[in-house]
């Protein structure tokens, strides 16, 4: 699956502050940690970017440009900032991203075509987030016709199904898997992305891994082509370059819902089951979701 | 051809809790089926309707439900005795004066009330704290530890505080009342740490109850999905009986306050919802809606 590196978010603190200090180094600390982990893209995420947003975005592109060849995933909803950034960027980058949503429609979408990006487009309409498989469907399926009407074709098009915190709403996350499923037959061509680490946002700090790589491997087996996601997890690498066979075919064990004797496994193995199964459904959510 | 109507069987029970000890005691929970579903099988227990009285002669109590026990309220043990007499089939205590923002009564002579209670009155009894999530560790403790081996059913014991009110429930012979803010993932949370220290036939749910206009819905909500992760999913960390403490919510509504028949509606209506959301323990605060709930639980409605 390919990696997108979320590490240069400006949500965290260290990228905040390096930010509006105009200091290059923690940046580029970040470029180069998640290239040598292996990412595939590096998400540069701006938020809305409302102060001086070409100034920051054209700033943070060059920054990170300077210490690696790596594609960038530019990510935010300021279409000013996009624009400035997409400009500067090297290699052909991905515009992270675009909806059904009006705004987006008009002042995000073009910005794909002018610039020849790749883009990803979520399910995302002006009233929220689709909260079904089939509503999901309908709405890419229009977005990415308005998109293909623009010029831009389905291979570069990469559909983000939108993942909410298992701790906030549960039925989501098998909603996103079943979509993930299906997207192949609904829009031949196209891939799909999802921001990974949604899925644990609101779980308590030292548990979002597991659920992250947990996620991640379901993701995958339903088809999901690529994810924003925390490539410095070195658990969560390994996973992806098909290592710890034992613990995936016991995440597909409870995808099928085969018989697993839990007993009978090591600790850590144990874990794995069991956020799988809450992650299915099958289990009520609760942040002490491995201690029962 | 003889008509044969489809019921649904479940693979989940609710645990049996048993609250007092000998003769007066009362079994709550046990059922395989879903609220008042009597039909789909298991002669299950039914649920239960306590009486709620206070150490502090019901201030603050709407006049309304302050009515029935005028003569009684500066007694509580004399209220509780009113409380069976009107039908109870057990009776709730709450703490009200030990809390530090009040008359803040020390801890002691709480526990001392609760046993000169426990040894007069004929029936189960339920013991809430103020709500302080501290004053409550240093009440419940000494309270359990004065009443040991009475099988009360004691709480709140909420996220901050369970630890110490577990150990003490547990090492005393009580039951505890495991409360957390109408949220179903909080809820699971904390019984699973419960059951840590904990047996969960020693354990019972209070999600919060919201009145009628006030949330009720939500509660509503929460006691259904609790029962059904129980009962239908087998879920074994939901499978503890629950408590809608849902007669002060009612009768502190504008409501209540403005108007009786008002406030008889607020707490009957509430009440009988969360009786069908799957609440096993109701606690009202008037008599005549403690009749009413019960005749609706023994099917007389």
Known sequence: MILIGESIHIISKVVSDAVSNRDAGPIQELARAQAAAGADYLDLNLGPARKEPQEVASRLVNTVQEVTDLPISLDTMNPLAMEAGLKLCQQRPLLNSASARAESRQHMMPLAVKYNTRVIISVITDRGCPPDVDSRAESILETVAYANGLGIPNEDIWVDPIILPVSADQRQVREALEFIKILPDLLPGVKSVVGLSNVSNGTPVNLRGILNRTYMVMLERSGLYSAIADVLDTELIELNKGGRAGIRELIYKVMERAPIDLAGLPEKDRDYVKTARVLMGEILYSHAWLES | MDYKAPLETYTGKIKEVVIGRGPKAIKIGGESILP????????????????????????????????PYQDVVSDPLKWAGKCLELGADLVCLHLESTDPQGANRPAAEAAALVRRLVKEIDAPLIVYGCGDDKKDVEVLVAVAEACRGENLLLGPAVKENYTDIARAVAENGHCIIAQ??????????????????????????????????????????????TRQVGVVYGDMAMQMPIIADLGRECWKTNQARADREQGMLWESITAMNLLLAGADILVLRHPDNCRLLKEAIEGKL
């Open chain 2, 36 to 67: 008042l579903h009597y039909f789909e099988g298991a002669a299950a227990r039914r649920p239960v309707v306590a009486l709620e009285i206070d150490d502090s002669g019901a201030a603050g109590w709407t006049e309304w439900a302050v009515e």
């Open chain 2, 180 to 225: 957390t803010p109408i949220d179903i993932n909080l809820e699971k949370e904390l019984n699973v740490k419960l059951l840590k220290q904990l047996p969960p036939e020693r354990i019972v749910i209070d999600p919060l109850s919201s009145a009628l206009g006030y949330g009720m819905e939500y509660s509503f909500t929460i006691m259904e999905r």
